[in-house]
């Protein structure tokens, strides 16, 4: 064992959770919107992402429609998806106490997630042969070519999103409408409109996230469990309701659990991640680049 | 009349809960040696197991209103406490159970004292997170077999001292016992002080620690009390199964399952979680015998779709459901209520005539100061929102506080009641120092406060809004859950409540209230121990002028008996007829200071205040 055995390692670890990480930001990016927008916690943020996974299994094995294709069938499905949530159960529960607006989420995710275990059964499905095959040289190590268009992708994604935010009139009413939703209000703005309209590119993106996924992960109905912490870790790691914080975040949490996992030690790698999301949580619950409350 | 408020309080909220949990047990009891199906003995013997970890989990996230997803942790750990106690040094679950439950208790303060200052959403995604990293821990962990599990060894069976037994029956009896504790144990909290101050903790933290409650210590206990309660449970299932593995006790379902049952039966009621075990468990347990394996889920399907709708609909599930009905009969007898209070409240308007005592100020307060501040300061980032703060507050008087907007009043106050920690500077109340003041420490120490906005907690009753105020110093936790109001409180309360024209409005919830008589409640809240020392934040902001009158006489009253005053106030008309003695505050400083009279000619004061 040399030590340049051991930085090839490194290197491949960090590369691959860097990557990862870019994913899992996607994940937690529609997570953090919600919440910065409106100050909803959505616990079953993550079931979607199950969800969407399905969809893109479903549309592979019916139809023969590679992942990637799939996209522009799967996200403005799940946008309409988003859309629906907000109607049909977050705008009657706005005004509610918090304890309240946590249990409405969570029972939604046990609707979803059981949903799923009534229609499709407990059994993990994937399909590896479904995206692009091969894999590229990167820094000298290897990388596989669909993970790399999922972290480009992503990267992608968050950039739309910021742009949108910042330079389109629809983008800064919606930024008005999170930092007050009552002069928001006053001035014009369709606040309930905006809000659905959160919801929709919240639940897109994290369908994003699971098209992009799926050519190199399996889904089960309780793939929501990691993917939710990872995800909450990602927010909180970053500052919750910024979209910045999710990207970072979620860099941070692929990297944490690659390379300390690959390292040290591959069964305790969630370990460390939802270890740093508690440690984090009570130490400095406003993120690494949010600003004190 | 002191009898009456407390029989009538509690009386009205036992009686159908007690009839219904007595027949209830009745049948329960007799129930075994009348039915033999196994099937349905072991789907009883679950109903119990969780009712009685949904009635721990409602004290910590009912109660106190701290959503608890890692409840499975304390099962877990009273589970492995029981098998390994037992497997490795064959001791009694008798004695394992305890010591399972020291452990959870144990651990449930180590997670809770960081855990517990978080706001809400935080508090229960670290409790989602630790119940993850307990499982994965276990996981790996060869002392408690691993991922292989623990085998419970078989040679104890069918011996008392030993808890284990080949028949169902005696199981249902322990796990019947188990439930019975934990009802108990909830019914106790819930009637006795220690409920209130949960409920009101739940609602409001920061008006809670104010009237003197340590509502960390509240939440830890509740905390502890639960993960205790959660622990037996852990260990009477592990003697049930036999066999325990990290997938079986330590995993997030069940910690979602014990959630799902106090949601849907009915969180901070005593009923709710026994309500909700049944209905949830049976219904699970049957839907899954008759749809087979395949039909795994569909049970969970409607959980999840029942909690949206009592999310949406109906706060208090079942519970509330049930009382919904019940309430039809109540509204009936209670339409008279409101005419005898308006009567009553027509009756008590003539006072103010009755009390011609002009607006000028009484006599000049007593030489001793009951409050000494010197040399306050606080900044936040590059404002300096209080500068340099010197006063005395004398006792007896009514000293007024007035300044333009952003002078850094309120932020005073919250440096005295510790709010915000001052960079610089002393306190001293009745002469001893406050050196690290929290809120509940201030109230202790003889000051009482109201704030700017309305912070009475709206879903207790007018009463139980008032018994939070009472004295805290030295009450004790098990003097909190074993005794109801102290008996000086009642007597004190009924007086206070008569003479504000709220006797006869004690059973209504707070809300109920209009804003006049919320902002009177909350004074008599925060004057009902008598301190030494009130402060008042704007305490006629946005009432009409006969009640801002009202509100007058009841301050210059309480101040005739002996409580000094602190009031900031913008209505200056007011103030000017209220206070002995004026501090003007402008800039984080005390610009000038003296009678009323003579603030209202102060160069500056009017420069600044009047803008001339």
């Known amino acids: 064992m040399g030590a340049a055995v051991d930085l090839d390692l490194f290197l491949h670890a960090a590369l691959n959770g860097l990557i990862l990480g870019l994913v899992y930001a996607l994940v937690a990016l529609g997570l953090s919107f919600i919440w910065g927008v409106m100050d909803v916690v959505n616990l079953a943020h993550a079931e979607y992402l199950m969800l969407a996974m399905y969809a893109t299994y479903w549309v592979w094995t019916l139809g023969r429609i590679s992942p990637g294709a799939a996209i522009p069938i799967v996200v403005p499905l799940f946008f309409v998806l988003g859309w629906l949530t907000y109607h049909l159960l977050v705008r009657r529960i706005l005004r509610a106490a918090l304890a309240t607006q946590i249990f409405a989420t969570f029972g939604l995710l046990f609707f979803l997630r059981y949903g799923a275990f009534a229609a499709f059964g407990p059994n993990v499905r994937g399909v590896l042969e479904a995206g692009p095959a091969g894999s590229v040289l990167l820094f000298g190590v290897p990388v596989a070519t669909p993970k790399l268009i999922a972290a480009a992708v992503s990267l992608a994604a968050f950039g739309g999103l910021t742009l949108f935010l910042r330079r389109t009139k629809t983008g800064r009413a919606m930024q008005a409408t999170a930092q007050n939703r009552d002069v928001a209000l006053g001035l014009g703005i369709p606040t309930e409109r905006m809000y659905a309209l959160a919801w929709g590119i919240s639940i897109a993106s994290v369908a994003l996230a699971g098209a992009l996924l799926f050519p190199f992960y399996q889904v089960s109905p309780t793939i929501g469990d990691a993917f939710l912490l990872i995800a909450f870790a990602s927010v909180v790691l970053g500052g919750f309701g910024r979209v910045d914080g999710a990207l970072v975040g979620g860099i941070c949490i692929g990297l944490v659990e690659n390379v300390l996992g690959t390292l040290l030690l591959p069964t305790f790698k969630l370990l460390f991640v939802f270890a740093i999301f508690v440690l984090m949580l009570l130490v400095r619950p406003e993120g690494l680049i949010g600003e004190p409350q | ?612």
């Not at chain 2, 004290?59 to 959503?67: K, T, V």
């Not at chain 2, 406490?81 to 208790?105: C, D, E, K, N, T």
């Not at chain 2, 019975?180 to 006795?192: I, M, P």
């Not at chain 2, 001293?428 to 050196?435: A, C, D, P, T, Y």
Request: charged fraction near 15%.
């Open chain 2, 1 to 612: 009349m002191t009898r009456l408020t407390a029989s009538a309080a509690a009386g009205r909220r036992m009686t159908p809960q007690a009839w219904f949990l007595l027949g209830l047990g009745a049948v329960l009891v007799v129930l075994p040696f009348i039915v033999h199906d196994t099937f349905f003995l072991n789907a009883l013997f679950l109903v119990f197991l969780f009712g009685a970890m949904a009635q721990a989990w409602n004290l910590i996230g009912g109660y106190a209103g701290q959503i608890s997803f890692g409840h499975a942790v304390f099962f877990g750990l009273g589970a492995y406490a029981g098998a390994v106690l037992l497997g490795r040094y064959g001791l009694s679950p008798w004695l394992g159970a305890w010591l399972g439950a020291a452990i959870s208790v144990l651990v449930s303060l180590v997670i809770g004292f960081p855990a517990l200052r978080l706001r809400r959403h935080f508090f229960a995604l670290a409790t989602l997170a630790l119940g993850e990293i307990m499982r994965i821990l276990f996981l790996n962990w060869p002392y408690v077999g691993a991922a292989i599990g623990l085998y419970l060894p078989l040679e104890y069976r069918n011996r008392f001292a030993y808890l284990m037994w080949d028949s169902k029956v005696p199981y249902y009896f322990t796990a019947l016992a188990l439930l019975s504790l934990a009802t108990g144990v909830a019914a106790v909290v819930d009637r006795h002080r220690a409920g209130v101050y949960l409920r009101a903790l739940n609602q409001d933290e920061d008006a809670a620690g104010m009237l003197g409650i340590p509502t960390r210590r509240y939440k830890l206990y509740a905390m502890a009390l639960s993960a205790a309660l959660t622990s037996l449970c852990g260990t009477v299932y592990a003697l049930y199964v036999l066999y325990i593995d990290p997938y079986n006790v330590m995993a997030g379902r069940i910690s979602l399952l014990i959630v799902v049952i106090a949601l849907i039966g009915g969180r901070a009621t005593v009923i709710g979680p026994v309500l909700g075990a049944l209905f949830i468990i049976l219904l699970s347990e049957y839907t899954r015998s008759w749809l087979g394996g395949a039909g795994g889920g569909v049970d969970f399907i409607l959980f999840g779709a029942l909690i949206m709708g009592v999310s949406i609909r109906e706060p208090r599930g079942l519970v509330g459901l049930l009382r919904r009905r019940g309430f039809k009969q109540d509204a009936a007898t209670e339409e008279t209520a409101p005419i005898e209070a308006s009567v009553q409240q027509a009756a008590a308007k003539p006072q103010p005539d009755r009390d011609p005592r002009p607006a000028s100020p009484g006599p000049r307060a007593s030489g001793e100061p009951v409050l000494r501040i010197a040399g306050l300061s606080k900044r936040f980032g590059g404002v300096q929102a209080v500068r340099d703060v010197t006063f005395q507050v004398y006792r007896g008087e009514i000293c007024g506080l007035i300044g333009p907007n952003g002078a850094g009043k309120t932020t005073l106050f919250d440096c005295l009641t510790g709010f915000q920690r001052p960079d610089r500077g002393s306190v001293h109340l009745n002469g001893s120092s406050l050196r690290h003041p929290m809120p509940h420490t201030t109230a202790w120490a003889g000051c009482g406060r109201t704030f700017q906005a309305m912070r009475i907690f709206a879903d207790l009753t007018v009463w139980e809004n008032l018994m939070c105020g009472q004295e805290h110093r030295g009450e004790g936790l098990w003097r909190a859950t074993l005794h109801g109001h102290a008996a000086a409180a009642e007597t004190h309360g009924h007086a206070l409540l008569e003479s504000l024209g709220l006797w006869s409005l004690r059973h209504r919830l707070a809300s109920a209230l209009s804003y006049g008589q919320q902002k009177l409640l909350s004074i008599a809240m925060a004057v009902l121990r008598e301190p030494a020392l009130m402060l008042l934040d704007e305490p006629v902001a946005g009432v009409n002028p006969v009640l801002a009158e009202e509100i007058t006489r009841h301050i210059r009253r309480l101040n005739a008996q002996g409580i000094t005053f602190l009031v900031i106030e913008h209505n200056m008309e007011v103030i000017m007829a209220l206070a002995h003695r004026i501090l003007f505050m402008a800039g984080g400083e005390i610009i000038a200071q003296g009678p009323p009279g003579e603030i209202q000619r102060h160069e500056k004061v009017r420069e600044l205040y009047y803008g001339r």
